[in-house]
């Protein structure tokens, strides 16, 4: 059966990043016969121009279907003033909740040619490869009750409840065991153990869940301790797996370990492994139309899409291993350009991957 794979460019620089990322993905079908299917719907502000709403009724319906999902990005100053409900940033939410995106896997990888790009030192960042998996659809960003009340005594007070099911625990902490088992084979699991009950909860299912897979090694740290430690010595950690606003917070900062938003990809899963996969960055509209975006992002983002949702780990790996050949040739869009580098555009930097890709 082929793989059926719906491709959203979205706004700003997604059309120009995404067209790199769809070359690749077509020369890897073609080289190791994996048959992909792709089709081009719309979302965000491209869709709100040519159908009124972010999310078309067609491209939601694509999306139920596909096996997987690669998006640009989506936004931008020409759809800032619309009402909140009709914003593009309304089709990408749309699209997490229809489909049940729960696990956001995002890394933080910094190849060692650009460890001069972070802003700590290059010996404590330079090869880092951390894997940071956030619950995105539950914990306090999403539980009831919530909001501001007043008081008898007429002082207002703001809450929200934090709360998580043992099975919400559970298939969050699958996906990064299972990712634990296909890289490093070491799984950290942040909580607040020592303050939040949801979270001693966190940690006691997860911690029943360890037998299943006795080849990844499980341990676990308290969220304040992780915020250091991740700045300290950030290689110690291999697959991160924590709640959604802690998730929010940790991979944020491991994100600016690395220095290059241009350079980091991301998956959001759900429970049958259909993935949406799309760059960290948004849609910089600063830069649209120039040639200057950096497709490394989202041309990582294919190779993840590869590993996570479609299960060919050759293919992603060929992917990366391209990109690395290509920034050990020292070509560079300008938002990692450094002295001795080559400064090249959005598409010779997508045909240079192609390039290595050909000759592996
Ligand atoms: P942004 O990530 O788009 O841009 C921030 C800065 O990083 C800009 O200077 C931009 O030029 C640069 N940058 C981003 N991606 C780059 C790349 N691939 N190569 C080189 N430079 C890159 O964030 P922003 O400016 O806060 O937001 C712009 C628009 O994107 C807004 O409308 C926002 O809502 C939207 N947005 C969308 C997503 C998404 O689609 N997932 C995420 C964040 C922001």
């Known amino acids: ?3 059926q794979i719906l491709v959203l460019p979205g706004d700003g620089i997604g059309p120009e990043i995404v067209a790199q990322a769809v070359s690749i993905l077509e020369c890897v079908s073609q080289q190791m016969q994996l048959g992909l299917e792709m089709n081009t719907a719309l979302i965000g502000g491209a869709a709100i121009d040519s159908t009124g709403v972010p999310l ?4 939601l319906a694509q999306a139920k279907t596909a096996d997987a999902i690669l998006l640009g990005a989506v936004g931008g100053p020409k759809w800032d003033n619309l009402e909140m409900a009709r914003r593009p ?3 990408l939410l749309g699209l997490r909740s229809n489909l049940g995106l729960f696990g956001n896997l995002r890394p933080a990888i910094l190849y060692p040619q650009l460890a001069a790009a972070s802003s700590l030192k290059s010996e404590v960042v330079a090869g880092l490869n951390i894997l940071i998996v956030r619950e995105l659809t539950g914990g306090i960003y999403f539980g009831q009750p919530r909001g501001i009340r007043t008081l008898d005594n007429g002082e207002r007070q703001g809450y929200n409840t934090y709360i998580y099911s043992e099975a919400e625990i559970r298939r969050i902490a699958r996906v990064a065991f299972e990712a634990a088992q296909r890289r490093g084979g070491q799984l950290c699991s942040v909580d607040k153990a020592n303050v939040l009950e949801v979270t001693v909860l966190w940690r006691e299912v997860i911690q029943s869940m360890a037998a299943d897979y006795p080849e990844v090694e499980l341990s676990h740290m308290y969220v304040d301790n992780a915020a250091m430690q991740l700045i300290r010595a950030p290689k ?12 929010d917070i940790l991979s944020d900062a491991a994100a600016m370990l690395t220095g290059s938003i241009g350079m980091l990809p991301s998956a959001s899963l759900n429970e049958h492994g259909q993935g949406m996969y799309e760059p960290c960055h948004g849609s910089a509209p600063d830069i649209a139309g120039q040639d200057l975006a950096n497709p490394l992002a989202t041309i990582l983002s294919v190779a993840m899409l590869l590993r996570y949702s479609l299960g060919h780990v050759g293919a992603a790996d060929a992917i990366e291993h391209a990109v ?3 920034l050990d040739q020292d070509f560079r869009t300008a938002d990692i350009l450094s002295d001795g580098t080559i400064q090249v555009g959005t598409k010779a930097m997508g045909y240079a991957v192609l390039e290595a890709l050909r000759q592996r």
Do not use: K, L
């Open 1 to 3: 059966m082929t793989d």
């Open 56 to 59: 078309p009724n067609d491209t």
């Open 89 to 91: 940033e309304q089709g």
């Open 236 to 247: 110690q950690f291999d697959v991160i797996v924590t709640g959604n606003m802690f998730g």
């Open 324 to 326: 690395n050949t290509v």
